[in-house]
T-cell receptor
C-alpha cells in the first residue's frame, strides 16, 4: 500500500521564478494538507484541500496557491519565489469523516526547495 | 492562537538512559495532542496521540499523558536506543467542529543517542 508520494524530491529555483510541487495521497485518502518546514523549525500549515476546494488556510500570502484534482492528488504552486521560501514542503493526506475526529495523517517525505 | 512550546535541543543521551522531552501548549478549546518523529531524510511519522484530558498515548516504549491542568504533554521513554535518534515534534489539533483539523507544531527537539 503506497503511502504519500511527493515529487520532485529536490529542486533549485531562482528568486522570482514560479514552482509547482506535486503530491499523491495515500490510497483511500481524500484530503490533502500542505506544510512548510523551514530549517530547524516545525512544520507550518499552508492549506488543506478537500473535494477539490481549499477548506482551510494558514498564514501564508496569496503567492502560495494550490489545487486538488478529481483523483485527490494535489499541487502546491508558489509564485514570485523569495529566498525565504527555501524549505522542506510536506504533504499530508487523510480521510475526511464528517462529525468525527480523524487523525490518520500520513506524511510524505517532502520536497526540498532551494531558492537562490 | 494555538501554540506549542517544546524543550530546545539538542538532547544527547547514552543508550538505555531515561528520556523526557517537555511540551506545553496554548489552545482556546480542547485540542488533541500528538508526538511526531522525523528520521533523517524522511517525512513525519505519528508516534502517539491523546485526544482528551488524562489520556495516555503510548507506542514503541514512548509515553505521554495529556495534562489539562498544566497544559502539558511531555514525552518519556524509560530506556532509549540508538535507533531512537531523530527529531521529535509535539503538535496539537484544535477541535473546531469539523474534521481534518490543521496541526500546529512545536519547533522540534533533536535527540541523539550514543551507544
Amino acid at each position: 500500500d503506497a503511502g504519500v508520494t511527493q515529487s520532485p524530491t529536490h529542486l533549485i529555483k531562482t528568486r522570482g521564478q514560479q514552482v509547482t510541487l506535486r503530491c499523491s495521497p495515500k490510497s483511500g485518502h481524500d484530503t490533502v494538507s500542505w506544510y512548510q518546514q523551514a530549517l530547524g523549525q516545525g512544520p507550518q500549515f499552508i492549506f488543506q484541500y478537500y473535494e477539490e476546494e481549499e477548506r482551510q488556510r494558514g498564514n501564508f500570502p496569496d503567492r502560495f496557491s494550490g489545487h486538488q484534482f478529481p483523483n485527490y492528488s494535489s499541487e502546491l504552486n508558489v509564485n514570485a519565489l523569495l529566498l525565504g521560501d527555501s524549505a522542506l514542503y510536506l504533504c499530508a493526506s487523510s480521510l475526511s469523516i464528517l462529525g468525527e475526529r480523524d487523525y490518520g495523517y500520513t506524511f510524505g517525505s517532502g520536497t526540498r526547495l532551494t531558492v537562490v | 492562537g494555538d501554540s506549542v512550546t517544546q524543550m530546545e535541543g539538542p538532547v544527547t543521551l547514552s543508550e538505555e538512559a531515561f528520556l523526557t522531552i517537555n511540551c506545553t501548549y496554548t489552545a482556546t478549546g480542547y485540542p488533541s495532542l500528538f508526538w511526531y518523529v522525523q528520521y533523517p531524510g524522511e517525512g513525519l511519522q505519528l508516534l502517539l496521540k491523546a485526544t482528551k484530558a488524562d489520556d495516555k498515548g503510548s507506542n514503541k516504549g514512548f509515553e505521554a499523558t495529556y495534562r489539562k491542568e498544566t497544559t502539558s504533554f511531555h514525552l518519556e521513554k524509560g530506556s532509549v536506543q540508538v535507533s531512537d535518534s531523530a527529531v521529535y515534534f509535539c503538535a496539537l489539533s484544535e477541535n473546531s467542529g469539523g474534521s481534518n483539523y490543521k496541526l500546529t507544531f512545536g519547533k522540534g527537539t533533536l535527540l541523539t543517542v550514543n551507544p
